[in-house]
């Protein structure tokens, strides 16, 4: 049985812009469902999508003020333009990975942070060919005084938050094949010997014992900041968006400072303007 936090519901307002020390790192997923720019009726949006107004946009960057995160993980955003009207860049510089498509991945990096951006995976596309894309994980390397990390944000398919992945559902077989190019890169940064950290929207509940969880670290040992914890955003429910840290990031990761920053609005028309999604926060202590 999930468990919840007795913290998850409270929202602590962390260190102001730059204050915090580089061995005390708050890095935060937030997927922020559809932030575009387009308009309703745009060929490249689904019918039923309705794009945030300036408002809903401007309440949006009022909760990443007080979010307050050194590193912002986003999903869903459809361009740099649109994600730097959330993260200013008198706060962030941003990276977004380089699809095509409307539903990008990208970082929001304070401007005191030193990073580096690596090529995307775009192994997590595992139907190149098709005519409609997934989306590939931007990969990027922060450069600290104790050394470096490196982070990969990914938005998995989704369709099989707890089936078997040997179920045969197409959406189970897609996030198989997503799995194995994440077993690949994980692979790849043991032999490098880097920290890492995973995290994103896996669309994945990732319970005791899942096949997936139990796929991701069978490519080497991980901690998950959201493991038998459940979610207060927007009523509750189980995490599909989590924090995932690797080599000897795993100690770094203090996972009783797990934080979900939840909306004081109320509704289900508002959870259509902002997102579905709430920020979920974790804190890294970094040795110097």
Known sequence: ?????????????AFAAGSAAA????ITTWNLEWLTNRVAGDPALPKDVRPKAAADVKILREYAVKLAADIVAFQEVDGP?????????????????????TQRVGFAIRNWLKFTVNPDLVGLDVYPSAKFHLRSGADITVELPGGRIRLLNLHLKTGCRDDPLTSGRRQCVTLGRQLRALQGWIAERRAEGVPFVLLGDFNRWMDKDDPFFAGLAASGPLVRATEGQTSPCWGGGGFIDHIIAGGAARPWMQTDSLRVLVYTEKGATWKERLSDHCPVSVRFRIPD
């Open 23 to 26: 061995s005390d790192l708050k």
């Open 1 to 13: 049985m999930r468990r919840l936090h007795p913290l998850l519901t409270a929202f602590c307002v």
């Open 81 to 101: 333009h649109i994600a730097a009207q959330i993260f200013p860049a008198s706060g962030y510089r941003v990276h977004i990975s380089g699809d095509q498509v």
